[in-house]
Every structure is written in C-alpha cells, then in structure tokens.
C-alpha cells in the first residue's frame, strides 16, 4: 500500500515536471486549459541565464495563434495583442493567467486534462524551441 501512494505522488508531480530549454532559456510549467469554446490559452514560465532575447513569436498548428496579455481597461478585462514580447537579461518571463498568454484559436478538437499541445517559441537570438503545454483542469 505505501508502495502504491508513493508511486500516484510520483506521477501527479511529474505531471508539469517537464523542462525546455535553448541555450540559455529554460521554459518549465508549460500548461493549457481545456478548450473553452473553440479557443484555449496556453501558460509558462520562463528562465533566462543570459543576454536580453524577444520571443518573437508562437506557432503551432492550429487556425490561429497569438500572443495576448490580459489587462484591466476602464475595469474592464480585456486582450491586447503582442507581436513579441521581450525576454529580460538574466530574468524572468511569464505566461500567466489574468497576464500574458498564448492564444490558440479556432480549434475543432476538443482539449481534455492529460492532452499534450506541440507549439514552437520563435526568438529572434536563440532560435526555435520546441515545446509541449499539458492540458490541466481548471483549479
Ligand atoms: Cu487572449
């Protein structure tokens, strides 16, 4: 039985465990909501050991992809449209809800907990970096 617990804590904690990296960025927590509609965002945190880079932008294959920030206008939520955001010198960049995020659009499937999503992150310095956002129910 103690055998059996330690193995579920295992898995559960591996779940976001997976890590990106390029040169000197390291991406981690990479993570989706299921689909609302035919749309979903997709989150990470991002490291960077060294000089300032721009991610330039998101692909994947879907109809639409983009990058999004959620602000409060006027006390209303709403979405501006980033064609890159900039990558700080030996900082940090974060996708986040209620802030930046990836925006999938115009999706036909359906993305449930457990579903892996391919993107690719295009910076101007460091290149491609492959990566995968696993869908995660709400909190
Ligand atoms: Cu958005």
Known sequence: MKHLIAVFLTM???VL???YSLGDITVTESFSYPTNGR???GYF???NDGPADVLMDVTADFPRVMMHQSLMQDGVMTM???MMVEVPAQGELEFAPGGYHVMF???SDRWTGG???EASLQFK????LDIKFTVTERP
Do not use: Y
């Open 45 to 47: 945190t991002l490291t």
């Open 125 to 128: 310095n460091a290149g491609t």
């Open 105 to 107: 659009m115009g999706l």
């Open 115 to 117: 579903d892996e999503i």
């Open 12 to 14: 559960c904690s591996s």
């Open 17 to 19: 465990a997976e890590s």
């Open 39 to 41: 749309s979903s965002a």
């Open 80 to 82: 501006k449209h980033h």
